[in-house]
């Protein structure tokens, strides 16, 4: 079998960050983010990249009462323990619409991923919900899936795949994305540094190790044998992470870890899935548009040399 290449970015905007960020400290990250994507649209179909885009289901509504229309009811959200992490309550912070705040709505935006070349729309739940934080619960966790769904086949969009907010899930919320008919799922990278937590057990060894492993790959490639079927796991391999700040310095070895771990499951015949979000481009864009295009360009190699393919999360091996 040839090697594939995954592609998935998690598509938030701020409701992504907003228990932890607004406006002010992250805003140009926010914008910066529209402007990338026509970026990374672009490169992907010079280079016949396919994608899978997995979005917050927020982000496809017009307008607030849209997304009051659109949201589970009151007793059916999630009553997290810290309130800061439930996104309904910055409702009162929205405008109007997607002109008026480009910070919270990005309907234009799914539309034009939609009709590019090659790209999937995933979902990233409705309201980025987190299932494994105290307070959240499965009965809250399958709502807010079928209100993703509702509002994405308002627009005639079809969801097949899920990636969870934070990589945050445990086997009763992938069984309940079965029952809700979403057949492929992002598991999280192997080893005790990518385990599924919630955030208080993101310890500082953890994302210490996880820091280490992207500079120099010492937990492996990550590469994957996939498993066709009529439900996957097409789990993650590495995280593409930003040209920015301090690290800016290292980001060479990074990428090249990224390449060395891509050359590995195109000579194995195995599965490679690199993910981001699209604001980690959000600043210092170009740096970080040149370092994409050197993945894309190593993946053509790897295409001519070994048959690699591209594939969404929803393409079958």
């Not at 607030?64 to 800061?84: A, G, H, K, Q």
């Not at 929205?94 to 729309?121: H, M, R, T």
């Not at 048959?307 to 999360?313: L, N, Q, W």
Request: with cysteine.
């Amino acid at each position: 079998m040839s090697g594939q290449f995954i592609i998935s970015l998690d598509f938030e905007l701020l409701w992504g960050v907003r228990d932890h960020a607004d406006q002010n400290s992250y805003g140009k990250n926010v914008l910066g983010a529209r402007l990338a994507i026509p970026r990374m649209l672009d490169l992907f179909a010079g280079n016949d990249i396919r994608a899978t885009w997995a979005t917050v289901g927020l982000l496809f509504c017009e307008s607030r009462d849209e997304m009051i229309e659109m949201s589970p009811p009151s007793e059916l959200r999630p009553r997290y323990s810290n309130p800061n992490l439930s996104n309904y309550a910055y409702f009162s912070e929205l405008g109007k619409d997607e002109v008026d705040d480009p910070y919270y709505y990005a309907a234009s935006i799914i539309d034009q991923i939609s009709k590019a070349p090659g790209q999937e729309i995933a979902t990233h739940t409705f309201s980025h919900f987190y299932p494994l934080e105290p307070g959240a619960t499965l009965q809250a966790f399958e709502a807010d899936l079928a209100a993703a769904q509702a509002v994405a086949q308002r627009r005639n969009i079809n969801i097949q795949s899920i990636v969870f907010p934070r990589n945050q899930y445990g086997d009763e919320h992938v069984a309940a994305c079965k029952n809700a008919g979403i057949v492929n799922w992002r598991g999280n990278s192997s080893g005790w540094a990518y385990k599924s937590t919630a955030g208080d057990k993101q310890t500082l060894a953890r994302r210490g190790l996880r820091l280490i492993d992207a500079h120099t790959g010492i937990l492996g490639a990550q590469a994957f044998r996939d498993n066709p079927g009529n439900f996957r796991n097409v789990p993650a391999s590495h995280f593409l992470r930003p040209c920015a700040g301090k690290l800016a310095v290292v980001h060479p070895a990074h990428i090249a870890m990224v390449m060395r771990s891509m050359t590995y499951a195109a000579k194995t015949g195995c599965g490679y899935h690199l993910w981001w979000h699209p604001h980690n481009f959000g600043v210092n864009l170009e740096e970080n548009m040149t370092s994409l295009s050197k993945v894309i360009a190593h993946y053509k190699k790897l295409e001519t040399e070994y048959g690699m393919v591209s594939k969404t999360m929803g393409d079958q091996p």
